[in-house]
């Protein structure tokens, strides 16, 4: 199983970001998708997740109304579109993948597959 993020960069305050997480040797459909985010000196911070059924997704209050979370199946691909960034929204960004989730998908260790993470800096 690989999971890869990618799409992270410098942006400024209120500019957009849209990461990406392919990932292989999996059945794509049957996983929920999560992202996680760490900043220097934090834990791991839940961010959001697209459940298997493609179509409910749960956000984290610092996320919601800013970030979407969506996925392309005929790619195997889980994306985070990230909107009006702000500096606070500065960490790694990692994509993880678990089967079974029901109310806890904001505990990290529920996902058994995890990216290696995309750095996002945004600079106010």
């Known amino acids: 199983v690989q999971l890869q993020a990618s799409g992270g960069g410098l942006v400024q305050a209120g500019e957009s970001l849209r990461l990406s997480c392919a990932a292989s040797g999996l059945t794509f459909s049957n996983y929920n998708w999560g992202w996680f985010r760490q900043a220097a000196g934090k834990e791991r911070e839940f961010v959001g997740v697209i459940k298997r059924n493609g179509v409910s997704m749960e956000y984290a209050d610092s996320a919601r109304g800013r970030f979407t979370i969506s996925r392309d199946s005929s790619k195997s691909t889980v994306y985070l579109r990230m909107n009006s960034v702000r500096p606070e929204d500065t960490a790694v960004y990692c994509c993880?993948?678990?089967?079974?989730?029901?109310?806890?998908?904001?505990?990290?260790?529920?996902?058994?597959?995890w990216g290696q993470g995309t750095q996002v800096t945004v600079s106010s």
């Open positions: 993880a993948a678990a089967p079974l989730l029901g109310d806890w998908y904001k505990v990290p260790w529920r996902y058994n597959n």
